[in-house]
């Protein structure tokens, strides 16, 4: 068999059983052939090959983000970034809105994302009123970066057919003023999915959706950005239907850089089971081994749903946007039955508990072999529900990089819990499966990132938050290979530079064992490879 791709003079960190250490790797056909620690591979080169003199660069396993949404990333670039990085303040918002309008016909939408209301210098949040005065001839909605709710202007209500007299969707509210029940702007939870998110929506959409060929062009270049990151691979955690199309397009064309594996809202189970689809289905490329469910809302939100509330409101106790135990219990049931894993989005205790119940029940009245079903971010836990976890086989998908976005508010609307939320070493000391995620755009999507802020803990500013969280720097890199490999049943393909292994890796510029653990967010990415194809190569 021909040799594609030859590696040589690397520091090659298989993430093995062994922790070994390898100089050369040879791949054909999209698979690794041989890992060696001499420089016997050499001969293996052919005309055709592809031969890699890394200089001693560290090469690492390429990195795997559990819980991503990269078709919503992917509309990013077609909307306005009002991220904190951009956005200090209200008025620098609203002038960025007010530019839009300017240069759109009237009645045309205007949509931002990543606000984030408790990074704006005013000290108060976006109203409705706001949006008015910066576009009234504008539908305009501006999501939160938590994505569980958003602030929309009066046209935008009038289009969506929402007024005073309106009342709140299951699992979800339209914020109004306490003092004379107007509405306030702000669409939270199921009232902004119903809106403007496809993959969610129980009633046709108030934004219009983007066409087929647009979608296609915008998630081919966030695969990229992300492939400049050393990603490899993600779980796209709500794919919608469109999606669905857009990942067979590029997948078909020859023009995927990354892998996917599909997790698709409950809403469209019964689609699936109707053309006897029952998973997990797929390929190498595209696959979907889960269907996804929110029970509560979010932490960057303030919407997760807590036992104890609060520490600013003790009688907040979030949202639930599946309140009746029977009817997660049904859901549940349904999605395990079909053969595929329960992907549960639950952050708050009280909706931990719930999902445990639920998952509990469907495997006893139907057991399966090892159904791997997941909590996606599981923040607020304890002893109790760690032993249930561990007890019952499911995984957590805890938040990678939060630490450091959100560090400054978690103390703030969460006390002394923050010590405990992200919890990995509680989840590795207690037995159970754990895998890096960033659940960007929510969170910042750099594995390395994440990497740092599991074994510093440290914020932004420096703040150490919960230091017995932290893990060993081997660990921190099997969350975002191994682990993350494993949390789509995909272990025995990906995760470690094995022969018979996908040839996916990245190529770091230098070595995180040698580096200070604060400084390996800053580590330069200098390749990056799937299937034995350079996806990514540092200019």
Request: hydrophobic share 40%.
């Amino acid at each position: 068999m021909g040799v594609d791709l030859l590696v040589l003079n690397a520091r090659i960190r298989t993430l093995d059983d062994h922790r070994t250490v390898a100089c050369s790797l040879a791949a054909a056909s999209g698979k690794i052939l041989a890992v060696d620690a001499s420089h016997a591979l050499e001969s293996l080169a052919g005309p055709g090959t592809t031969v890699l003199d890394l200089q001693g660069r560290t090469v690492l396993p390429g990195f795997i983000d559990a819980h991503e949404h990269l078709s919503w990333f992917a509309e990013e670039p077609l909307k306005l970034n009002l991220s904190p990085e951009r956005i200090k303040s209200l008025s620098d918002l609203l002038a960025r809105i007010r530019s839009e309008a300017s240069r759109l016909q009237p009645g045309e939408w205007i949509q931002g994302v990543l606000y984030d209301d408790t990074k704006m210098a005013e000290g108060r949040s976006l109203t409705r009123d706001d949006l008015d005065a910066a576009a009234p001839a504008h539908p305009v909605i501006v999501v939160h970066v938590s994505g569980h709710w958003a602030v929309v202007n009066s046209t935008a209500l009038k289009s969506g057919g929402l007024d005073e007299r309106s009342s709140d969707p299951k699992g979800g509210a339209l914020g109004r003023d306490p003092a004379t029940g107007r509405l306030d702007g702000r669409l939270i939870e199921m009232a902004m999915f119903n809106f403007a998110f496809e993959s969610l929506a129980v009633q046709p959409l108030v934004v219009p959706p983007f066409p087929r060929e647009v979608r296609r062009r915008s998630l081919k270049q966030a695969a990229h950005i992300l492939n400049a990151a050393g990603v490899c691979g993600v779980g796209d955690a709500l794919t919608a239907p469109s999606y669905v199309t857009s990942y067979h397009d590029l997948c078909a064309a020859g023009e995927l850089t990354l892998r996917v594996n599909m997790i698709i809202p409950y809403l469209f189970l019964p689609r699936l089971e109707q053309i006897g689809l029952l998973g997990p289905w797929g390929n190498e490329w595209v696959k979907c081994t889960g269907i996804k469910i929110i029970i509560d809302g979010a932490i960057a939100g303030r919407t997760a749903a807590l036992k104890n509330g609060y520490a600013h409101d003790p009688q907040d106790h979030g949202v639930l946007l599946i309140s009746e135990q029977a009817e997660l219990d049904e859901i549940v049931g349904r999605i395990h039955r079909a053969g595929y894993q329960a992907c549960v989005h639950a952050n708050g205790d009280l909706a931990i508990e719930m999902a445990l119940k639920a998952i509990e029940r469907a495997q006893a009245e139907a057991p399966r072999p090892d159904p791997r079903h997941r909590i996606e971010h599981c923040t607020m836990i304890d002893d109790d529900l760690l032993a249930w976890m561990a007890r019952l086989g499911v995984m957590a998908l805890p938040f990678g990089s939060y630490l450091w976005q959100h560090g400054e508010k978690l103390l703030r609307f969460y006390g002394t819990r923050a010590a405990r939320m992200f919890a990995h070493q509680s989840f590795l000391r207690a037995g159970v499966r754990v895998a890096g995620s960033s659940d960007h755009p929510a969170g910042l999507y750099p594995p390395l990132l994440g990497v740092q802020s599991m074994v510093t803990r440290q914020t932004a500013s420096g703040e150490v938050i919960g230091p017995e969280e932290k893990i060993s720097l081997e660990e921190a890199f099997r969350m975002y290979t191994l682990y993350a490999a494993y949390a789509a049943g995909e272990e025995h393909l990906k995760g470690q530079l094995l022969p018979g292994r996908l040839a996916d890796l990245v190529v770091l510029e230098q070595d995180p064992w040698e580096t200070p653990p604060d400084q390996i967010s800053r580590i330069g990415i200098h390749m990056t490879i799937v299937g034995g194809r350079i996806v990514y190569h540092r200019d």
